[in-house]
């Protein structure tokens, strides 16, 4: 089981180095607005109704659609301590565990849209995505981003390394009282200039959370050379859901 602790530590440590190295999760952010910008109808005056943003991170995210929608009221959660991104914006930023939506937020409250960038696996999704359907309203949408079972292939065959990630056919059961609007995948290889660079980009995005202790030797280096050439593969996963 993760420890949320660590996970919460090793993103609170990339908070600054983030941005400039998270470029497939930044590039997962362009493919929602757009999905969003298709799929989602628009209310009156250009609101988007009622909103929950789950692992909000910096707010970037959050930002590009307030920029060009409004909303009633827009709620975004995030274990990490991202308040001071959104003093200026009409944004609720909730410090905690978006797998435990019901000790934060009011227990009758239900959502036009709930959304998330690159942030559900560091979830239980076979309980959480079941409950965040029950949050919708009637005709809500939820989408998302996350990543599927090729996702840093590399560490899990050298260091049994991975999270729990699910097949892309696997969210049409876990979501059955919703339409699939919208479903794919894409994977992508990132190469690098040699292996310690790697596992840089691992800690300056905050991945390097699979687990808490890892102690990383030349012998591990030298391995992931010979093996992998340096690469390492993100698989993305993109989900567009109706609720009936």
């Given at each position: 089981m993760l420890q949320k602790d660590c996970i919460k530590r090793r993103f609170y440590n990339s908070k600054i180095t983030y941005k400039k190295n998270a470029t497939i999760q930044y590039a997962m952010q362009e493919t929602l607005l757009k999905l969003l910008k298709e799929h989602v109808s628009i209310r009156i005056n250009n609101s988007l109704g009622t909103l929950l943003e789950l692992g909000c991170g910096?707010?970037?995210?959050?930002k590009a659609i307030i920029k060009s929608y409004l909303f009633e009221s827009y709620y975004a959660i995030d274990l990490v301590d991202f308040s001071s991104a959104f003093v200026?914006?009409?944004?609720?930023?909730i410090q905690g565990d978006f797998e435990h939506l019901d000790s934060i937020l009011p227990n009758a409250l239900r959502f036009d849209c709930i959304l998330s960038n690159a942030a559900l696996q560091w979830g239980?999704?076979?309980?959480?995505?079941?409950?965040?359907?029950?949050?919708?309203k009637k005709g809500g949408i939820l989408l998302f981003s996350t990543f599927g079972k090729s996702n840093f292939k590399e560490l899990k065959t050298l260091f049994n390394l991975s999270l729990d990630y699910l097949d892309l056919q696997d969210y049409s059961e876990l979501l059955c009282d919703c339409k699939i609007l919208d479903s794919f995948e894409c994977v992508q290889n990132l190469q690098f200039e040699n292996p310690l660079n790697v596992f840089k980009h691992l800690k300056n995005t905050?991945?390097?959370?699979?687990?808490?202790?890892?102690?990383?030797?030349?012998?591990?280096l030298n391995l992931y050379e010979k093996r992998?050439?340096?690469?390492l593969t993100y698989h993305t996963l993109f989900v567009c859901a109706k609720k009936y």
């Open positions: 910096n707010g970037d995210f959050s200026d914006s009409n944004i609720t930023f239980n999704q076979h309980t959480l995505l079941p409950f965040l359907s029950k949050k919708l905050g991945v390097n959370a699979l687990k808490s202790h890892f102690a990383l030797t030349k012998a591990h992998f050439q340096n690469v």
